[in-house]
T-cell receptor
Framework: KAGVTQTPRYLIKTRGQQVTLSCSPISGHRSVSWYQQTPGQGLQFLFEYFSETQRNKGNFPGRFSGRQFSNSRSEMNVSTLELGDSALYLC???????????????FGEGSRLTVL | GNSVTQMEGPVTLSEEAFLTINCTYT??????LFWYVQYPGEGLQLLLK?????DKGSNKGFEATYRKETTSFHLEKGSVQVSDSAVYFCALSRTQGGSEKLVFGKGTKLTVNP
């Protein structure tokens, strides 16, 4: 079956702009998590959604937001972009919320955002 | 809070060499422990896991044993291949206060030369 699909794969924005990233989970998976990956900070948890509800949120400013739709697809939005937002944004899906299952997440290939 | 510390890379080995990547964790209670691998240009994928003390996770020749007494989960492989070149992430999963997330180490880049 198809894996986790993230779009777009690459994008370039300028400071002050906003960006929306999309994630389609594996069919049947209802939990979607987002992570930011940078060389300096590694993988940092952004948020997790399950059944259209945000279950958990990482330590990021309010400029970072997300949502999940009834078909489990998820979007994350970053407003007023800063240079430091340049990163690989990874989406991961699982059948059940993290902690209730095996802890296995299925990751997409990521969306690489460059802020100029 | 919960945290994971991995040995810093990069690690460069010759084919058929023995691999150890150290991972220690800080957590209250009994977390589940994982190793994820990220091949070039791809997302992360689960390599192996252990859910309780003394469990050994294994996959594709890699092994790691959950050591509660040393709070460690070191990754080992007896004979690495060029195709093992990737970034390896140690992670823990812990339910606390009704919320849950995977906490990852910063990753260790492994390069295996022929």
């Amino acid at each position: 079956k198809a894996g986790v699909t993230q779009t777009p794969r690459y994008l370039i924005k300028t400071r002050g702009q906003q960006v929306t990233l999309s994630c389609s989970p594996i069919s049947g998976h209802r939990s979607v998590s987002w992570y930011q990956q940078t060389p300096g900070q590694g993988l940092q948890f952004l948020f997790e959604y399950f059944s259209e509800t945000q279950r958990n949120k990482g330590n990021f400013p309010g400029r970072f937001s997300g949502r999940q739709f009834s078909n489990s697809r998820s979007e994350m939005n970053v407003s007023t972009l800063e240079l430091g937002d340049s990163a690989l944004y990874l989406c991961a899906s699982s059948l059940v919320p993290t902690g209730r299952g095996t802890g296995e997440l299925f990751f997409g290939e990521g969306s690489r955002l460059t802020v100029l | 809070g919960n945290s994971v510390t991995q040995m810093e890379g990069p690690v460069t080995l010759s084919e058929e060499a023995f691999l150890t990547i150290n991972c220690t964790y800080t957590a209250t209670g009994y977390p589940s422990l994982f190793w994820y691998v990220q091949y070039p240009g791809e997302g992360l994928q689960l390599l192996l896991k252990a859910t309780k003390a003394d469990d050994k996770g294994s996959n594709k020749g890699f092994e790691a044993t959950y050591r509660k007494e040393t709070t460690s989960f070191h990754l080992e492989k007896g004979s690495v291949q060029v195709s093992d070149s990737a970034v390896y992430f140690c992670a823990l999963s812990r339910t606390q206060g009704g919320s849950e997330k995977l906490v990852f180490g910063k990753g260790t880049k492994l390069t295996v030369n022929p």
